[in-house]
Structure formats: structure tokens, C-alpha cells
T-cell receptor
Framework: KQEVTQIPAALSVPEGENLVLNCSFT??????LQWFRQDPGKGLTSLLL?????REQTSGRLNASLDKSSGRSTLYIAASQPGDSATYLC?????????FGAGTRLTVKP | GAVVSQHPSWVICKSGTSVKIECRSL??????MFWYRQFPKQSLMLMAT?????????EQGVEKDKFLINHASLTLSTLTVTSAHPEDSSFYIC????????????FGPGTRLTVL
């Protein structure tokens, strides 16, 4: 069974900083991996989807990388803003299901 | 991206009653649907996976007689929590995907269930 670990569990930074969120997973036989953000009490917003054959994906200030063989993915957020404050979830997909990490709770202070 | 809706967005019920939650894919055909639950400050835990027209596959530890899942069409799946108890109070999130495992999975906004 896939186990997903996200480090750090929580992160507080001043506005404008660049930051990296880490995700590791135990089963590298994945189809793809998605990064999501979740605001308190809300559902998930998909940020980036990386296929197993890809090394990275970019969307605006976000860049996600994938090292499938070592079971790692990182989410890089450039020039962080208070509106980026949320919980960020990493979810690799194996076969027919997707497993989630516990998330990194990010707070960006003005 | 594609849109998945859930109804209701929140529900409060008395212990012992049954509650039905609907999940709809609004602009695509969802060949596979997933149900997750999330306790406060914890991550999403997969409860079951269903393919249209087939019985759901439940994760270990999830009671299939308590959490009834019906995926009767390519745009609708329902989760019925039978004889709900306070420990069933949680945030339930559905997800849908069209086609194979390489395709993106889209998530609904969630349903907050509170059992008194």
C-alpha cells in the first residue's frame, strides 16, 4: 500500500519568500502525481498534474518536480503571497487509486 | 478543468438516521468515481472506488453495509451513510475521473456531515 509523507507538516514564511514543499512516496510504480491546495473547510483545488514520464510541470508561480525512481516530488512556490496560505496535498496515483499525504500547512504572513 | 458537484454541502442529522450524498460530474462522463473522508486536521482517506454499473470496491476497514455506494450512471454516484452515529461525522469528498489511470482526477467541494 502506497505511503505518502509530506515535509514539513507546517510552514510559516513572510510574504515574498520562495519556498519548497516536499513529498515522498514508497511505491514508485505510479501513473502520475497531483498537487492540490485545500483551504479550511473546503474541497480540493488541483494545482499541477505530473505524468510519470515527466520531470516537472509549471503553472504561474508554481513548479512541481517529480523523481519517480526515488519516490520524491517537490512543489516550489515563488514569491509567496498571503493568498497562498492553505494546506498543500501531494497525491501519487497507483493503478486505480490515489493516496494522499497529510499535507503541509502553509501560512504566508503579510 | 472539469467540474464535480456534491449535494448537500452540509447536513446535520440525528443518530440512527440515514443520509444520502450525491456526487455529479457536470461536464464529463465519469467512468470511475471515488469517495474519501477527511477528519479534522487529517488528510483524505480513500473509502471506496466505483466503476459505472459495477459494485464498489471498498478499502480495508470500511464497512460496505454502512456506507452504501451506487454508481448507476456515468454522471452520478451516491454515498448513503446508514444508521449514522456521531463517529461518522466527517467531511466526505467525492472525486471523478474519465477514462484510464493517466487521466486527471477531479474533486467535488465536499459534504460536511454532523451526526448528533
Amino acid at each position: 500500500k502506497q505511503e505518502v509523507t509530506q515535509i514539513p507538516a507546517a510552514l510559516s514564511v513572510p510574504e515574498g519568500e520562495n519556498l519548497v514543499l516536499n513529498c515522498s512516496f514508497t511505491d514508485s510504480a505510479i501513473y502520475n502525481l497531483q498537487w492540490f491546495r485545500q483551504d479550511p473547510g473546503k474541497g480540493l483545488t488541483s494545482l499541477l498534474l505530473i505524468q510519470s514520464s515527466q520531470r516537472e510541470q509549471t503553472s504561474g508561480r508554481l513548479n512541481a518536480s517529480l523523481d519517480k525512481s526515488s519516490g520524491r516530488s517537490t512543489l516550489y512556490i515563488a514569491a509567496s503571497q498571503p493568498g497562498d496560505s492553505a494546506t498543500y496535498l501531494c497525491a501519487p496515483r497507483n493503478n486505480n487509486d490515489m493516496r494522499f499525504g497529510a499535507g503541509t500547512r502553509l501560512t504566508v504572513k503579510p | 478543468g472539469a467540474v464535480v458537484s456534491q449535494h448537500p454541502s452540509w447536513v446535520i442529522c440525528k443518530s440512527g438516521t440515514s443520509v444520502k450524498i450525491e456526487c455529479r460530474s457536470l461536464d464529463f462522463q465519469a467512468t470511475t468515481m471515488f469517495w474519501y473522508r477527511q477528519f479534522p486536521k487529517q488528510s483524505l482517506m480513500l473509502m471506496a472506488t466505483s466503476n459505472e454499473g459495477s459494485k464498489a470496491t471498498y478499502e480495508q476497514g470500511v464497512e460496505k453495509d454502512k456506507f452504501l455506494i451506487n454508481h448507476a450512471s456515468l454522471t452520478l454516484s451516491t454515498l448513503t451513510v446508514t444508521s449514522a452515529h456521531p463517529e461518522d461525522s466527517s467531511f466526505y469528498i467525492c472525486s471523478a475521473r474519465s477514462g484510464g489511470s493517466y487521466n486527471e482526477q477531479f474533486f467535488g467541494p465536499g459534504t460536511r456531515l454532523t451526526v448528533l
